[in-house]
């Protein structure tokens, strides 16, 4: 799509520790002479930030001593939905225990009908925040809404868009604003280039602690839930300079497939993994079927410290 | 998907002047003696305020003057964005004199790339208010963000949720919350079940004034910028008593496609048509290439009534 | 993509009436000195004789006295698959008298799985030609295998190619080469270039008797069998000379949304619906659910006609 | 989708050395009594031949020494076309060399465009069997016509179904008379299920060496040429006892994408990859851009082969 002809505009950045001037549409940023600019980038296509044109280095997001992006695979573990502070605890040692590094778990929860399960809201992410600092692990989970900004200001390590807002862009500015590391999921119905461009609203608000997701795409195909994208994946790879994550657990539906998936992600290239853990997966208030036992997981661990190390890297 | 199995829920509610009460999971509502319950309903599927299996006659969503699901096919018309008086006023007292009863513009603009025009925001809603009251038209426009509820609340006729917020969740409830007339776009990802599902957490809050538009999925077509499904729109009315539109101008992403995807649309049974009009098409900050000229748009408003008559309906 | 760049081709044709030449990759064809060459074609796309760029006026197939392409849409029905000939005959003089052109019927069917019935072939082939003959209707009917290529030439009026077959190279040339009307259905899985690209291999070969028929392509939505492409129907349209057909049974595979697609695709501009219909429905061993009774198909082709009508057109 | 329940039907083969009645519509193949019956198939869904249901051992098809679905990753390589005896002898030692055991290359072309190069037809069958026998590799290439099936018997080791012939059902039963083992690509628009049903048309001639191949399938991305289903592919594999082909090529559309997909296919269970090597790719008369060179054909045998180790298989 064309960008905004009507007028030219400048916006002035610090990102990844430099100070940026941005001008679009491409315009030549010749006259600035100012001596603390470091970078300037004409806009010459709809994501700019977001591209490795200008930053050829992967970028790195740090969560305390975790390390996206880096030669280490880091895997987020834990429940679909938070359910109560026992479930969570259960799952985060199992998980630790496992190898994962990050504890995930929905306590806001976009559900497609009003009558499932809408998580536990404020007290999810309470639970999480005990359970995390309990066990040592930083914590991921979704946001919905931009009411709730404060509240994952402070009591959340790594924001997650979900795959329904991967185009609420007053949500991607939000987050932009409070700078802290994002997961951004790909929209089931986004391409890769839709993708970067919901990764540049961030970015564009100075933040450059994005992970993108890849969490499957609408397709036909109905043997599998969504259809894991990953050519896509490594297309985006190819174009960008943030980490990559996929997430096995959405896209099989099924906990047969999930182990398949997550292998396939890493051998193709990702940093990171997320994958659903629940204690008694038969019992979970939503995603019953696609959730791994912790005994699962482990085994999945295994096999993924062993993929990774024959790919040259760690996990 | 399988509804939350995990305790059992009622909700009171009033609903087109009747006073229901909700079960889930489905479960007989038994010992109900209240007389002020008119209707009980289980949920015994992820949707039911949105089916027809509990309201067969259609429903009628009235907008001052303006009745949509009724015979008369109604046309809301305008620019894809507010960009000054002066173009909003032109664009209205055209499609007003050609036709149209209600008048569309974009205040707030959801846009894929960051550097794309923004819109003027609460500037546009003001813009769009001053003319639709200068020329007697109620006005249409989409919101974006929970936090601008109130200027919808105070300013605004019918709110739009865009394809992109199809699934924000937040947002559905807060416009639900509203009570106000609602048209609401499928997501370009979204299944028609999906569709009545986002309706559905509407109708949850009290708000059954809500209308169904289609407006193109993604397929792996790229001839037309969205695939229009006719279909999908056909399946939807014979699953909902809400009035349904049509967005023409969306899929068609190319001017001469527009005439054709209305027509076809009105033949197909929609209640409804949104359409994108623009004073000097090809200088407009969007949309540039699907916007009509007012003469173009006249020409179809006249195709679109002739038709309507040989289909026993009026426009 | 690319043509074969390697070495210069040339072609001569003979195409509604005129002596060409074809020269690709595209070169100018200078030295041609040749006053019987009436056009000269250089192939700077992958689709040339079916493109308008080259003709502009529309192509009319005529097959006897009916005129594909020309203002009065043209209707072809008749049941998904000859069982006897006394299903066929009951039908055709049925759809005869509501209005329709030509007679359909499947005498080799390609079923997805092989414990479907899988069709008469040569018997059904007599059946149709005989009941065609009778009630005075000129017959199309599927052809599957190009060792059946003879039989299709002596005994069917209008050959169709199916959506499975829509790039069956071998296929292709082989109607191209028989020269008589073939109706050329769009693949599931193809993007409307594809599908000229395979109308231009039976071009290639000298057939310009060409009919494309939109029947519905795979995209992930399932309340619908197919999802009818209206708009890359009319996209197609903007591009070739060629006349249009659209079957509003396949992608509706319910009864209830045939007539809507129907009149939605009449709208649209379409040039010739294909329909099935069967005197007992429920009774078919193909397609039972979307097959329409002759009173539905009475029903509604005279609302095709009171909809052509409105469209300055004729049915 | 229904079978055909109008009257039963019943057929004997001889598959995997056993004797099988196959009955359908399902009904108990009760009266039986013949002792040389040693399975009974009663038809209840559209396959039963290609499902693990009756034949629980996965199935190992063998090619001379090859054997697909052992423990050892097979991999073909070769040209996407042969174009001269020179460029195949040239591939067909190199990665014989690198590790491949089967030689592929295309005789016959399906081509989208009619200008596109159509390939050397019987004259690249001549050469492809020449190299093949002289550096010892059994030969795969594409059957596209029923006519061409003799020479295909006596020359070709593997017979390919192209994805565009997919559901040519009258191909899918002449490769199925001729018992020779077939590769049989998805159709870029077909469901799981389809694809399985096409390996059954095979299987119900008593042909059952069939290597299933996962290609890509169309989707609304297009930062790649096909989305490779990985998830599909993995979904097969617990569906059907028939080994799994990857062909990363056609998806990644790119060279730089190849590798990673074709790792992600190994990781995720394939049991062959179908791989593009020319010499000099940038000169290729088809698929210029996503064949590698034997130097890169050589470093991913080497990715492959470390890969495989670690999940306990051989390449």
Redesign the interface.
């Known amino acids: 799509?064309?960008?905004?002809q009507?007028s030219a505009?400048f916006k002035l950045l610090n990102l990844y520790g430099k100070n940026l001037i941005l001008a679009?549409?491409d315009q030549y940023v010749k006259n600035i002479s100012d001596e603390s600019i470091e970078v300037a980038i004409e806009?010459k296509k709809?994501?700019v930030l977001s591209s490795n044109e200008w930053k050829k280095e992967p970028t790195i997001v740090n969560i305390g001593d975790v390390n996206i992006g880096s030669n280490k695979i880091v895997v987020a573990a834990g429940p679909c939905a938070v359910e109560s502070e026992e479930q969570v605890e259960t799952v985060a040692k199992a998980v630790k225990r496992a190898g994962a590094s990050l504890l995930r778990g929905g306590a806001y929860k976009?559900?497609?009908?009003?009558?499932?399960?809408q998580g536990l809201g404020e007290e999810g992410i309470r639970i999480l925040r005990k359970v995390g600092d309990e066990v040592g692990m930083p914590i991921v989970t979704e946001i919905?809404?931009?009411?709730d900004s404060l509240i994952f200001k402070n009591y959340v390590d790594m924001i997650q868009i979900g795959a329904?807002?991967a185009?609420?862009?007053?949500l991607l500015r939000e987050v932009g604003k409070l700078g802290k590391p994002v997961l951004l999921k790909r929209?089931?119905?986004?391409?890769?280039?839709?993708w970067l461009?919901a990764a540049?609203?961030i970015l564009?608000e100075g933040n450059g602690n994005v992970v993108l997701c890849e969490r499957?795409?609408?397709?036909?195909?109905?043997?599998?839930r969504?259809?894991?994208?990953?050519?896509?994946m490594?297309?985006?790879k190819?174009?960008t300079h943030l980490p990559i994550c996929a997430d096995p657990s959405h896209?099989?539906g099924k906990r047969?497939?999930v182990h398949?998936?997550a292998?396939?992600?890493?051998?193709?290239?990702a940093d990171m993994l997320l994958i659903e853990v629940h204690p008694t997966p038969e019992k979970a208030?939503?995603d019953?079927e696609q959730q791994l036992t912790p005994e699962s997981f482990e085994i999945l661990m295994n096999?993924i410290k062993?993929?990774a190390?024959?790919?040259g890297r760690d996990a």
């Open positions: 799509e064309k960008l905004n009507s505009s679009w549409p806009v709809p994501y976009p559900r497609t009908s009003p009558y499932s399960f919905m809404d931009t009411r329904r807002n185009q609420n862009f007053s929209g089931l119905g986004n391409t890769v280039e839709e461009q540049e609203y564009f499957g795409i609408r397709t036909f195909e109905r043997s599998t969504f259809t894991l994208d990953i050519g896509g490594v297309a985006a190819l174009m896209p099989a047969e497939l398949s998936l292998l396939a992600a890493v051998a193709a290239g208030l939503s019953a096999r062993s993929l190390k024959a790919l």
